[in-house]
């Protein structure tokens, strides 16, 4: 694969942005990158439960499972632009610029890449942790209301 150099920073913000989407992955490795369809279809299904809670209310039950999908594809997302963020410029240059021409700037790490990183650290984090929180108190709320069924 020869071409232009694969540019880090712009790899660490399409990741934090739309690492949902697969983007980065797709920036990296092209369009038949399986993985990055992966996330995609992750968030395809997370929205989707999203879309469940505002038709059907927050008692849908399938909406406790596709709901973290979305949040899991965002986390992976802004945990990828974290390890594009951190790399050195030599293991970013043999990963993603090995047959291509090299340039000490598509590696190089600037104040716009520990941008992507912060961005990446409070998005995936309150990503994760707020569809966790969503998925696993609805399922707690069901068994408590099963338990009250049982014992009537």
Known sequence: MSGAARNKTLAAWLAALFGSLGLHR??????????????????????????RVRLYGQDDK?????????????????????????????????????????????????????AALVFALLLGTIAFMGSLAFGVQHYFQYQIEEARKISQ
Do not use: M
């Not at 990296?28 to 992750?42: E, K, Q, S, V």
């Not at 050195?88 to 090299?102: I, Q, T």
């Open 62 to 114: 399938l909406s406790w499972v596709l709901i973290p999908f979305l949040g899991s594809s965002i986390a992976a997302g802004c945990l990828a632009a974290i390890v594009y963020a951190l790399s050195d410029p030599e293991k970013w240059a043999g990963w993603f610029n090995a047959n291509r021409r090299p340039s000490v700037q598509a590696a190089a790490t600037n104040w716009l890449t520990i």
């Open 26 to 51: 797709f920036y990296l490795r092209g369009l038949d990158d399986w993985i990055g369809w992966l996330h995609a279809i992750a968030a395809g299904l997370g929205w989707w439960g999203v879309e």
